[in-house]
């Protein structure tokens, strides 16, 4: 199974400054059709997570500009500037190039 | 709009079964495959179950194979998740997510496994 490897498990932030998350997976992402399938969401507290970016750098729809992914290979980020109070919540990394789909283990984005 | 309701949750005694649903609207069902994916009170995400868009297959992790049952009704626009043989560590909500890269999420639905 491909373990992804998801830091930090908390991170504090000011409002209005940026955060980066980190996910490191086992192996390469990349799909044998080219494609690299490594997700990001955002769980706000008492909801169901919630689709930020796809494929390593794609905004889903809705999702603002202070979102941004990058990465490849093994190696992805996901950097949130000029952080607002919405922005808050569990943050996981999800592969699904391979079975088993595999998720990080989440980052809790808090205020400092 | 894009809309996924699952229903079905509730307490069960382990050993015991449950069935889960998922009623879709807002899109042509049967055009996407379909993912369960659990969280556990307080823990982090983990997937569950995936159908294509024909039902022709399913895939599972290897913690639900055997004992999980993924399946679909096209023409309900309608998910399921048949569980057998019910754990205490199944406990978990249970999401109906929409694709094999799992883009709309439902609301869940939570399954207690205890006597």
């Known amino acids: 199974d491909v373990v992804m490897t998801q830091t930090p498990v908390s991170l504090p932030v000011s409002l209005g400054g940026q955060a980066s998350i980190s996910c490191r997976s086992s192996q390469s992402l990349v799909h044998s059709n080219g494609n690299t399938y490594l997700h990001w969401y955002l769980q706000k507290p008492g909801q169901s997570p919630q689709l930020l970016i796809y494929r390593v750098s794609n905004r889903f729809s809705g999702v603002p500009d202070r979102f941004s992914g990058s990465g490849s290979g093994t190696d992805f980020t996901l950097k949130i500037s000029r952080v607002e109070p919405e922005d808050l919540g569990d943050y996981y990394c999800?592969?699904?190039?391979?079975?088993?789909?595999?998720f990080g283990s989440g980052t809790k984005l808090e205020i400092k | 709009e894009v809309q996924l309701v699952e229903s079905g949750g509730g307490l069960v005694q382990p050993g015991r079964s449950l069935k889960l649903s998922c009623v879709a609207s807002?899109?042509?069902?049967?055009?996407?495959?379909m993912t369960w994916i659990r969280q556990a009170p307080g823990k982090g995400l983990e997937w569950v179950a995936s159908i294509t868009n024909t039902g022709g297959s399913t895939y599972y992790p290897d913690s639900v194979k055997g004992r999980f049952t993924i399946s679909r009704d096209n023409a309900k626009s309608t998910l399921y998740l048949q569980m057998n043989s019910l754990r205490s560590e199944d406990t978990a909500t249970y999401y109906c997510?929409?694709?094999?890269?799992?883009?709309?999420w439902g609301q869940g639905t939570l399954v207690t496994v205890s006597s």
């Open positions: 999800l592969q699904s190039t391979h079975f088993p789909l595999t």
């Open positions: 997510t929409r694709g094999a890269h799992p883009a709309y």
């Open positions: 807002g899109f042509t069902f049967n055009n996407y495959w």
